[in-house]
């Protein structure tokens, strides 16, 4: 699994981190059982403060997401394929209302739907 953090991002970066790992095991990238990068090894990467890696972690844990294997890193958990799928869910309805609630203080709710099927049709049909 490749990770990537927006430093420019109003997101903090170990949400980031959280997110991505979440979005990953909900596809299916990251399966039950296989190791993500340790702490030192992701901070590298994405050019970030172990601090801030670690306490991504620590979130991922709380969520029952990753447990420590000894001797081995952390891995991902039987139970985070479902919890994942839902919570991704509830990740992806935050940022459509979101941007949702800016579109309609611009035009008028009409406007947005019309806006959203168009892009869903871009989407869908792979144009630009």
């Known amino acids: 699994m490749l990770f990537q953090v927006d430093t420019r991002s109003m997101v903090p970066i170990h949400d980031q981190i959280v997110n991505q790992v979440v979005f990953g095991i909900a596809s299916g990238s990251l399966a039950m059982g296989e190791l993500i990068p340790s702490i030192r090894e992701l901070a590298i990467t994405v050019e970030a403060h172990p601090n801030t890696v670690a306490k991504a972690y620590q979130k991922l844990e709380t969520l029952g ?34 941007v949702l609630r800016e579109a309609l203080l611009a035009v008028g709710a009409d406007d947005v739907r019309r806006l959203v099927e168009e892009e869903l049709s871009r989407q869908a049909g792979g144009g630009t």
């Open 65 to 98: 997401l990753i447990t420590a294997r000894r001797g081995k890193g952390m891995e991902v958990t039987p139970d985070a394929p479902a919890i994942c799928r839902q919570r991704r869910g509830d990740i992806l309805r935050e940022r459509l209302r979101d």
